[in-house]
C-alpha cells in the first residue's frame, strides 16, 4: 500500500514564524501535492509537482512555497505565518508522466494553528 | 477554482438504509473519482470513472456517470454505522504536464446504528 507520511497531526506556531511541514510518500511516485482544507470550502490546491525541482502554483500560493529536492519528499513553507493561515493542511501523491487516471493517496493531515 | 459540487451537503439515514449522494460539474472531464474522509483524517480513494463510462462498481459502492448532463451520483448499498465520514468528487483538470484533481466541497453522511 501506499504511504503518505506527513511529519506532525498537530503544530502550534506563532504569527510571523516561518513554518515547515514535511511530507514523504514510499511509493515513487512523481506527482505530489499540498492542499488546505477549511470547513465549508473543501479542498484548495495550494502548490504541486510533477518531478523533482518542479513546483507549480495552485488555486492559492500566496504566503506559501515549497521545495521538492527529492522525489519522496515535498515540503510546504509558510515564510510568514498568519492567523489566516490555520487550517488542516493535506499532502497527497500520484503516478505521473502524463497519466490523468490515477488516483491521488493522501496522508493524514496536519492541523496547523496560528496564535 | 471548484469544479464538482455535492449534493446534498448533510445527509442522516439509519443502519441499512442505501445512501445516496450527487456530484454536479461545469466542463468537460476526463474522468471523475469518488474519496471518503473519515473525520480528522486524510482522504482515501474509492472509486474513479472515465468520461467514457456509464456505471461502475466497487462492492457495496455503484457510481453513475452522465456527461450530458454533467452530473455523478454515487451510491452506498446496505450502508453501515462504519461508512459515516464526508465524501467528495474530483473532476480533472490539466495543468502543466499532469492532471489535477479539483474536489468539491463534500457530502457528510451520517449512518446511525
Known amino acids: 500500500d501506499v504511504k503518505v507520511t506527513q511529519s506532525s497531526r498537530y503544530l502550534v506556531k506563532r504569527t510571523g514564524e516561518k513554518v515547515f511541514l514535511e511530507c514523504v510518500q514510499d511509493m515513487d511516485h512523481e506527482n505530489m501535492f499540498w492542499y488546505r482544507q477549511d470547513p465549508g470550502l473543501g479542498l484548495r490546491l495550494i502548490y504541486f509537482?510533477?518531478?523533482?525541482?518542479?513546483?507549480e502554483k495552485g488555486d492559492i500560493p500566496e504566503g506559501y512555497s515549497v521545495s521538492r529536492e527529492k522525489k519522496e519528499r515535498f515540503s510546504l513553507i509558510l515564510e510568514s505565518a498568519s492567523t489566516n493561515q490555520t487550517s488542516m493542511y493535506l499532502c497527497a501523491s500520484s503516478l505521473g508522466g502524463g497519466y490523468s487516471n490515477q488516483p491521488q493517496h493522501f496522508g493524514d493531515g496536519t492541523r496547523l494553528s496560528i496564535l | 477554482s471548484q469544479q464538482g459540487e455535492e449534493d446534498p451537503q448533510a445527509l442522516s439515514i439509519q443502519e441499512g438504509e442505501n445512501a445516496t449522494m450527487n456530484c454536479s460539474y461545469k466542463t468537460s472531464i476526463n474522468n471523475l473519482q469518488w474519496y471518503r474522509q473519515n473525520s480528522g483524517r486524510g482522504l482515501v480513494h474509492l472509486i474513479l470513472?472515465?468520461?467514457?463510462?456509464r456505471e461502475k462498481h466497487s462492492g457495496r459502492l455503484r457510481v453513475t456517470l452522465d456527461t450530458s448532463k454533467k452530473s455523478s451520483s454515487l451510491l452506498i448499498t446496505a450502508s453501515r454505522a462504519a461508512d459515516t465520514a464526508s465524501y467528495f468528487c474530483?473532476?480533472?483538470?490539466?495543468?502543466?504536464?499532469?492532471?489535477?484533481?479539483?474536489f468539491g466541497r463534500g457530502t457528510s453522511l451520517i449512518v446511525h446504528p
Open positions: 474530483a473532476t480533472t483538470g490539466r495543468s502543466g504536464g499532469s492532471y489535477i484533481p479539483t
Open positions: 509537482s510533477y518531478d523533482v525541482k518542479m513546483k
Open positions: 470513472i472515465r468520461s467514457n463510462e
